[in-house]
């Protein structure tokens, strides 16, 4: 059988704990791996003074699929300073941010729920163009849509949502406030969509989306939206099935993929050996599926449902598993 190239890059805090719990997990699979590891975030610029080293790009460019943990972005400006995920996402363009949201047999997991956020993950406001005027007084930053990244990732949802059994597709915008920006890129979606005409699609107001996601979400099956509302509603639906313990994504592109937890490098926990790795262990299930292993993936996904129901857990769901011994549990549920 393929020995699959993976870089692994564990980046900041907690991505340390999880990336190697995820490489566990992988390695139990009977599948074959050889693994390239690569630096890069906070901690890596603060050694060599850049968060994406040239020698990473090439290490996920040449390998069949990326595994990240998770990467610290100061709040305060840092001279020189980008962050490492928003930098591979918008450099190796990979415009499908897919985040996953389905119920997991754990605590406050809302049953039903089988949805995923399309984010579309190279421009909107995160082409970060800030600046600021009158000694700090006024800020102003850009947000850019075009109808090339729109169609794009227009078509991409319109196409998951085809290959679904409720073949649904919501796009969530606010083009009743910005018409140029968000209706461009809602009417260029709309579009795309109208070439699946077995796909029901509709628009949605971004923030009656959010309204119906928690009241409702088991209505939805896949949305789209721009950066920033996908950012924030893709944690609002990690939250409806279990929290960033267990929300999985993949970053694609024509080319390279990125599969990372939704979770940054959580400080507060960081170094206690207590983070969840299931989020990480599931961006890895994303990862299978894309390199077209599914039934690996499905074991997997299986086994991390089976230890996720009957423990040991992490305190995040409110047992006291360590990290290693949740993926040793997988591993052996394996
Ligand atoms: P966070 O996701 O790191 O943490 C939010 C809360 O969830 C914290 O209380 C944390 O302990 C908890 N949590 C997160 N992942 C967990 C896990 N696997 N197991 C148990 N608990 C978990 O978000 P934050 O605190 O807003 O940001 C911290 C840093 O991470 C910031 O520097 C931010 O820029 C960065 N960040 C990076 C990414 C990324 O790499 N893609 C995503 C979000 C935030
Ligand atoms: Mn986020």
């Known amino acids: 059988s393929k020995t699959y190239r993976i870089c692994l890059i564990e980046g900041d805090g907690i991505g340390h704990e999880v990336i190697p719990a995820a490489r566990l997990v992988l390695e139990a699979t009977g599948l074959k791996f050889e693994f390239v590891e690569a630096q890069a975030g906070w901690e890596t610029f603060e050694r060599i003074g850049t968060s994406v080293p040239e020698a990473t790009l090439e290490a996920v460019t040449h390998t069949d699929a990326t595994l990240f943990g998770a990467a610290t972005s100061p709040t305060k400006k840092v001279p020189g300073f980008f962050g490492a995920i928003r930098y591979m996402r918008r450099k190796l363009d990979l415009f499908a941010n897919v985040r996953p949201a389905k119920h997991h047999p754990v605590p406050g997991s809302r049953p039903g729920v089988d949805l995923i956020v399309v984010r579309e993950n190279t421009e909107g406001l995160y082409v970060e163009q800030e600046r600021s005027y009158l000694e700090g007084e006024i800020a102003i930053a850009d947000t850019v849509i075009t109808r090339k990244a729109s169609a794009r990732i227009g078509e991409y949802a319109a196409r998951l949502a085809a290959s679904r059994p409720r073949k649904q597709l919501h796009v969530a915008h606010k083009a009743n406030v910005l018409p140029m920006t968000q209706g461009l890129f809602m009417n260029t979606v709309l579009a795309e969509a109208a070439r699946f005409p077995e796909v029901k699609t509709q628009d949605i107001i971004i923030d009656n989306c959010a309204m119906q996601l928690v009241r409702n979400p088991e209505r939805f099956d896949v949305i789209v939206t721009t950066n920033l509302f996908g950012d924030i509603i893709s944690d609002l639906t990690a939250g409806l099935v279990g929290g960033l313990g267990i929300a999985a994504s993949g970053n694609i592109g024509i080319k390279h993929a990125v599969f990372e937890p939704v979770h940054g490098s959580a400080p507060d926990i960081a170094g206690k050996g207590i983070a969840n790795p ?25 086994a991390v449902d089976k230890v996720l129901q009957e423990g040991p857990r992490t305190p995040d769901l409110g047992g006291n598993a360590t990290t290693l011994q949740f993926a040793e549990a997988v591993a052996r549920a394996l």
């Open 278 to 302: 299931a989020a990480t262990i599931l961006s890895g299930v994303m990862m299978l599926d894309h390199l077209g292993e599914h039934e690996t993936a499905r074991r997997v996904e299986a």
